[in-house]
C-alpha cells in the first residue's frame, strides 16, 4: 500500500499503488474541482506532487492543460497522477469546489464543503507476535493523528472488525473523535441531520456529507405544545414540575422524526455521526436538559453560552451512541442559536454593508450590523403575528384565512385559505394583510381606531361595545360564526409591530444609522415565507425602506444548522459569532418606552402614486 | 473579594480579604507543609508574596522565623500574611508536603499529595441586566482556565444551585472538567475510590482526598468467578455468548461494594468524583465492555493501552454520573494495568539499581529494570500456586492449610489452618511450604521424584500407582478423606515455578546480567503476602539470592491505583511507563523450551550450615 499525505488538511490514506491522486482526494473526501468526472479533460484539479519519484511521469494530457509556468511550479492533475509509492500532495485553495450553494431561499453562502465528519478506508498493518501495539493505536496512527482517539462505545468490537474485515476498515471521525469503525465497503457513504427546534415546529434535515445536498427532511409540531403554546408558559412549567416532562417529549419525537427518516432512506441510524442543533435559547437549554428557569427572570442570565458537543448517548437521541451532538452557541436569554443560524445563513457579519436580521415568532429577534459590528435584541412581540391572542387567530392549516384584499366600496373580502377549505379562522399572514388592508381603505385610521364606514359589515361588538369588521359570514364560513376582526385585535397587531419597530429603532440608533442606510432587511422564519411584505411595510410592522431591500430567507435557522454541520470553517464562525454580537436587553434601555409608544401608530396611508 | 493566584500551580481563588493566604492555598487544595496547624509557630510554609502593597507588613514573628537570606529574597509564612487586596503567591517546592507515606506494606513512596481532582469554594460575581455571560462562564473563567468546562450532566440544575446559595458555591473538577457545583458547605471535604479488580479478588478503598488517607476499604470475590475460574475461561465464555454477563456482573459486583462503603462512611455517593482502575488486561478489557478476545488469540494484541479516562455513567458505575473513571494503560495482552500499578508502587522505575517485581496469580507478570531500561514478559504459570489443579487444592479460605512443617523423622506434618477450622484442603502458600518441606527432608528428590523413606505416610495411589504423601488423616481433618500431596501435585507446582523462574532468567539474560545484580525482588499480590519467602527460594520458585532483597509488598497493583489518584504526577507516568515497558513474549521467544525445561528441577537442598 502506498500513503498518500494531503496537506494543507492533515489527512492521509493508504491506497492501492496504481489509484489515482483523485482517488485519495475522494476517499478523504477533500471536495476538488472536477468538472470532466476525472476523465483528465477539464483540467481542473490542479494539485502539487513533493515527491515526484513515487508516481508516474507528467502526461501529455497535462502538458496540454497546465501553463508553462504552472509546470514549473511542479503542478499536475490529480486525475491523471498514478501513485506508486508514497507522495506528499499539496492542494492549493483555487483547486477547492467553492460555489456550493447551500441556500435554497436566502443569498447563496459560499462554504468549501469541508464536514467536521470525516470518513476514511484504511488498511491497516496486521500486528505480528511481539508488537507492542493496540488495535486503537492501529487506527489513530493511521489517521495520523497525535491525540486522537477512538471513542469509548465505539472501541468496544473494533478488535473483531478489524480481523475479520481482514485489516480494511472503513473510519468515520468528527474532529479527532473516532465514532465508528466498520468493514470497508464500496461505494461509501456518509450522512449527518441538521435540526431546528422551534417553539412551534420541530424539522430536521437529512444531509449526504459527500455532496452537501439535502437529501431529505422530516418535521413535526413541537410536541411540547401540551405544555404550552408559548416559550415562557413551558418555562414556567418546567420551574413548577422540573424539566423531565419538557425534556423527555421533545427527545422522543425527534427520535421518532429520526426513526421515520432513516426508514424513509433505508439507512441504519448507526450510519449517522453527527446531528447539528439550533434553538432558541429556551429550546436549546430544554432540549439539553438544562433548567431554563433562569433565562425568565431577570437579568435572563443563561445557564451556558458556548457551543456544546456531547455524545449521542448522553441525550439519548437514537443516532449512533458515539455521534457528536453539536449545538450552536446562544447569544443571549433570548437571542438563541437559532439566531447565530440565521447570521451564518445569511452571511451578513462578512458583509461591508449595515443588514437587518428579524426572526419573528413569540418574540422577535433582531440583528444589525456588518463584518465591524452586531448588535441584537429580542423584543416581546406576543403572539399576534402568529395568530395568537386575535379573536379568530389560529395557526397556519387547512381552513386559515392567509391572503386577503378588501374591497373599498362594498367591503367585502377577496381571500384564500389554506388548503382551500372553508374559512375557519385567521393566520399570521392574513392577520397583517387585514390590517394593512383596513388602513390602506381607511376602515381603521392610524391610531388603530375601527371608523364607521357605514356597512353592516362594520358593527358593534353587544359584549365590549367596541366596532368590529365581519371578513366572512357564518352561512359561508367552516364554523357556526361569523369571522370578524375586532379592535382588541388591531390592538394586538399594534403592539406586535410596535414592539418589533422599536427593537429596530434602537438598534439602529446604537449604530448611530437610520433605516435608510440598511443595505438589507432579511426576513427569517416562516413568518418572514408567508407575509406580503408591501402590507408589512404599509403597516409599519417592517421599516419604510425600498421593497427591494426586504428579503425573504426562509427557514435560515435551519440553513445555518446545515452549514455548521457541512463546514469545519463556519463551525469556528459560530462561538466568534456569538461573542461578537452585542446584546441590548431592552427592558433596561432607558428610552425603549418612548420609543415603543412612538412605534405603536400606524403610518398615515400614502395613496399609491 | 480578593483574587489569590498561586504559581506555579495556575491555581486562583476569590477570597474574603482579611483571610491569610494559609487560608487560600488550603481552599485551592495545595499540600503546603503546616506543622504549627497555622499558628505562626513552626515556620514551614515559606512563601514569596509577589506584590507585598496588597498585604499585611511583615510581622514580628516572620522576622524572628525567616533567615536573614529569605528576608531579603521576600519569603514569608502563608499562616501569617494577611491578604488585603489581589495578589500573587508563589509556593517553592521544599514548603510542599513530601513525605506522605502511601504505602503500607511496600516501600515508601514520596508522593507529593496533589490529587486531579479539586474542590475549590467560589463567590461567584451576580450578573446584572445586559450582562454578557452564562453562569457557566461565570464558574469556568473563575477557576482561570481557558479551556476548561463544566461537564454536560453538571450543568442542569447550576443556575438553581448558584442563586440559591446566593452565589457562594463548592465547585469540584477533574483535570479542567468540572463534575459537581454545590452550595458552599464548610468545612468541605472530598473523597476519590481506588479500585484493583483482580481475577479471583476485587478490592475498593476509599480515599480523603484532603488527607491522602485511606478511610475504609471493601472486598469481593470477582462474580466473574461464576463464568470461569481463570481469565482464560471468562474470555472463551465473552466470545462463545457475548461480553454482556461478564461485564455486567462486574459492573453490578462493584456498584454493591460502592454502596456498601458509601452507607458504612455515612457518603452520597454523587459526593465521589473520581474512581481509579487497575486490573490485568482481560480484566481490564471486560471491565471496559471491550472483547476480549484478541488478547487470547496471537498475536495476543490489546484492543487499547493508553489509560482512559470515561464518564462513570457510561459505565453504569453508581457514582456522580460525571465522576471520571480512570483506568491505568496495560502494557501488553498478559501484562496489564496491575502491573503498572505494581511499578508505580514500588517506584522501581525511579532507581538506580536493578529490581524485579514479580506478581503470581494464574499468570506471572514480571518486570526487570531500573530508571533507564524495563522489559517485562508473562508466564504462564497455572494455578498450581493459587491452590488450582491440586488435589485437595483449595482458595485460601477458612479451614485451608497455609503454613506446613514437616518432622524428618515421624514425617507428621505441624501445620496451621485459616482461622483454625479442621483442614479441608491446602491453600497457595501451604503448597508451596509443603513441597519446600518434602524437598528439605529428602521425600521428593530435585528431579521431582517421589521417594519412598519407608512411612504408611508415603503411600502408591492405587488409580495411578504413583507415590503419595498423606499430610493428615481423614479422622483429623475436616473431610472424609486423607489429604495428601501426590506426585501430580509436586509436578504441577514444578511447571509452575519453572515458568515463572524461566522468566526471570529470560528478563536478565536481556539486561545482559545476572541473578546476583538483583537489588531487590518485591513479591506483589496476596501470593507475595502469604508465601514464605526462605521456602520459595528453597525450591527454587524464586532466584537464589539473599532473603533481605526480597521484599513482599502487598497489594501493590491496587497501592498503584491509589497513587494515580493522589497525584497528578504520578498520573503522568502511567502512560510513560506503558510506553517504557518493553514487553518480551516468551511464546516466540528461541530460548523460551530450553531455559524453561532447565528451570524445572528444584535445587539440590544445602543443609542448614
Given amino acids: 500500500m502506498a500513503k498518500v499525505s494531503v496537506s494543507p488538511f492533515d489527512l492521509s ?25 476525472g476523465k483528465g479533460t477539464c483540467g481542473k484539479c490542479k494539485i502539487i506532487i513533493e515527491n515526484q519519484e513515487n508516481v508516474s511521469p507528467l502526461s501529455e494530457m497535462e502538458r496540454k492543460l497546465l501553463s508553462d509556468k504552472e509546470l514549473c511550479e511542479f503542478f499536475r492533475l490529480a486525475c491523471l497522477v498514478i501513485v506508486e509509492g508514497d507522495v506528499s ?57 497525535d491525540d486522537g482517539r477512538i471513542d469509548y462505545m465505539a472501541i468496544k468490537d473494533i478488535s473483531e472488525t478489524i480481523k475479520s474485515s ?36 420541530v424539522v ?51 427520535n421518532t422524526m429520526i426513526t421515520t427518516l432513516c426508514q424513509r432512506n433505508n439507512l441504519d441510524p448507526m450510519e449517522i455521526p453527527e446531528l447539528t442543533v439550533v434553538g432558541n435559547t429556551a ?42 451532538i453539536h449545538v450552536l452557541p446562544v447569544i443571549a436569554g433570548f437571542v438563541g442559536a437559532d439566531t447565530i443560524g440565521v447570521l451564518m445563513a445569511t452571511d451578513m457579519f462578512h458583509n461591508e454593508h449595515m443588514s437587518l436580521a428579524i426572526d419573528v415568532g413569540t418574540n422577535g429577534e433582531l440583528v444589525l450590523g456588518n463584518k465591524d459590528k452586531m448588535v441584537s435584541c429580542s423584543c416581546a412581540a406576543g403572539p399576534a403575528l402568529e395568530g395568537g391572542e386575535i379573536k379568530f387567530g389560529m395557526r397556519a392549516s387547512p381552513g386559515a384565512i392567509e391572503d386577503i ?97 422599536a427593537g429596530a ?15 438589507k432587511i ?31 430567507v426562509g427557514n435560515a435557522a435551519g440553513e445555518g444548522a446545515k452549514l455548521s454541520l457541512l463546514s469545519n470553517r463556519k463551525r469556528v464562525e459560530e462561538n466568534k459569532l456569538s461573542k461578537m454580537v452585542h446584546y441590548i436587553e431592552l427592558a433596561s434601555h432607558e428610552d425603549f418606552q418612548t420609543i415603543f409608544v412612538d412605534c405603536l401608530n400606524f403610518p398615515e396611508f400614502k395613496c399609491p402614486t
Avoid at 429603532?505 to 443595505?519: A, E, P, S, Y
Fill in 405 to 501: 384584499k378588501i374591497n373599498k366600496y362594498t367591503l367585502e373580502a377577496e381571500y384564500k385559505t389554506i388548503k382551500n377549505k372553508k374559512p375557519v379562522g385567521i393566520c399570521g399572514s392574513g392577520i397583517i394583510d387585514a390590517v394593512a388592508e383596513t388602513l390602506k381603505i381607511g376602515m381603521v385610521n392610524s391610531t388603530g381606531r375601527f371608523v364607521d364606514l357605514g356597512s353592516n359589515r362594520i358593527r358593534k361588538d353587544p359584549a365590549t361595545g367596541m366596532l368590529e369588521y365581519v371578513l366572512e359570514w357564518a352561512e359561508n364560513a367552516g364554523i357556526d360564526e361569523d369571522i370578524v376582526i375586532t379592535a382588541g385585535d388591531v390592538r394586538e397587531v399594534q403592539l406586535a409591530k410596535g414592539a418589533i419597530l
Fill in 283 to 324: 429550546m436549546h437549554h430544554i432540549f439539553m436538559n438544562i433548567q431554563p428557569k433562569s433565562i425568565s427572570l431577570s437579568p435572563f442570565t443563561p445557564t451556558i453560552k458556548r457551543s456544546l458537543d456531547v455524545k449521542a448517548r448522553d441525550l439519548g437521541i437514537c443516532i449512533n451512541p458515539s455521534a457528536n
Fill in 166 to 201: 481482514n485489516f480494511d476498515v472503513d473510519v468515520v471521525y468528527v474532529n479527532k473523535d473516532v465514532v465508528r469503525v466498520t468493514p470497508h465497503h464500496n461505494p461509501g457513504r456518509i450522512f449527518g441531520l441538521a435540526m431546528d427546534i422551534g417553539s412551534t415546529t
Fill in 522 to 552: 432579511y426576513l427569517a422564519g416562516a413568518f418572514g415565507n408567508y407575509i406580503d411584505i408591501e402590507n408589512a411595510v404599509r403597516m409599519g410592522l417592517l421599516p419604510d425602506i425600498p421593497l427591494e431591500r426586504i428579503k425573504s
Fill in 89 to 145: 500532495v499539496f492542494v492549493p485553495e483555487f483547486s477547492l469546489q467553492r460555489e456550493l450553494r447551500i441556500l435554497t431561499k436566502g443569498d447563496t453562502v459560499d462554504v468549501v464543503l469541508d464536514p467536521p465528519v470525516k470518513k476514511v478506508n484504511m488498511l491497516l498493518p496486521k500486528p505480528v507476535l511481539g508488537d507492542h501495539v493496540s488495535y486503537e493505536e492501529l487506527i489513530v496512527s493511521g489517521l495520523g493523528f
Fill in 204 to 254: 430536521v434535515y437529512l444531509m449526504d456529507l459527500q455532496t452537501g445536498k439535502m437529501v431529505d427532511a422530516e418535521s413535526m409540531l413541537n410536541p411540547q405544545v401540551k405544555y404550552g403554546e408559548d416559550v415562557i408558559s413551558r418555562i414556567t412549567y418546567a420551574i413548577q414540575y422540573g424539566i423531565k416532562d419538557v425534556h423527555d417529549i421533545i427527545i422522543k419525537g425527534i
Fill in 505 to 519: 429603532q434602537i438598534l439602529v440608533d446604537k449604530l448611530g444609522m437610520t433605516f435608510n442606510d440598511l443595505d
Fill in 13 to 37: 490514506v493508504d491506497i492501492e499503488p496504481g489509484s489515482t491522486v483523485l482517488d485519495a482526494l475522494n476517499i478523504l473526501g477533500v471536495p476538488i474541482e472536477v468538472i470532466c468526472g
